[in-house]
């Protein structure tokens, strides 16, 4: 459930971003979108563990995030020096590829079931930001929209499938 809210955020920031009133203040729009994204996200994810019954143990939890976060504090710190470089055309393929590494990172932590899917998820964020270094900046709100938005509501319904299917 978690990947499909998040995935619904991404599409509707893509959204949001794609209006020309608004694509000047893309940057500013998806960093709330990410705030967002992580708070509803951590907290529907959090409840899962609970539910499960597997609130006293949160090793596999802790092991997760100590995948996930080195990746996406680089992603943190690499916005700030685009952003002060001048450089943010960057932005949207550095945070897929980024996204995707931390993504493939956490998939050896995760239970066998969806270790697959979920690498499979991070190497298409790898790709779509390896692509998108390459696509001008007028298909950057696509690509991030394609990522964030499509690839988590597809993979949120597929491992969300597995899981209840354990």
């Known amino acids: 459930m978690a990947g499909i809210v998040m995935g619904v955020i991404g599409v509707?920031?893509?959204f949001v971003v794609s209006l020309p009133r608004l694509a000047p203040h893309w940057l500013a729009i998806w960093l709330v979108a990410a705030a967002l994204a992580l708070v509803l996200g951590g907290a529907l994810v959090?409840?899962?563990i609970v539910r499960r019954g597997h609130s006293r143990y949160l090793g596999p939890a802790r092991k997760f995030l100590l995948c996930l976060c080195p990746a996406l504090l680089a992603g943190a710190?690499?916005?700030f020096v685009?952003?002060?470089?001048g450089a943010t055309g960057f932005i949207p393929g550095m945070w897929l590829l980024l996204y995707g590494c931390a993504v493939l990172s956490?998939?050896?932590v995760t239970t066998a079931g969806i270790a697959g899917p979920i690498s499979i998820m991070g190497a298409l964020f790898v790709a779509l930001g390896s692509i998108t270094f390459a696509l001008p900046?007028?298909?950057h709100t696509a690509m991030l929209g394609l990522g964030f938005g499509v690839l988590h509501i597809v993979f949120g319904f597929l491992i969300g499938r597995l899981t209840r299917a354990d």
Do not use: E, I, M, Y
């Not at 685009?82 to 470089?85: E, G, I, K, R």
């Open 77 to 79: 710190v690499l916005t």
């Open 82 to 85: 685009f952003v002060t470089a």
């Open 106 to 108: 956490s998939s050896t």
């Open 137 to 139: 900046p007028v298909a």
């Open 12 to 14: 509707l920031t893509a």
């Open 46 to 48: 959090a409840r899962q």
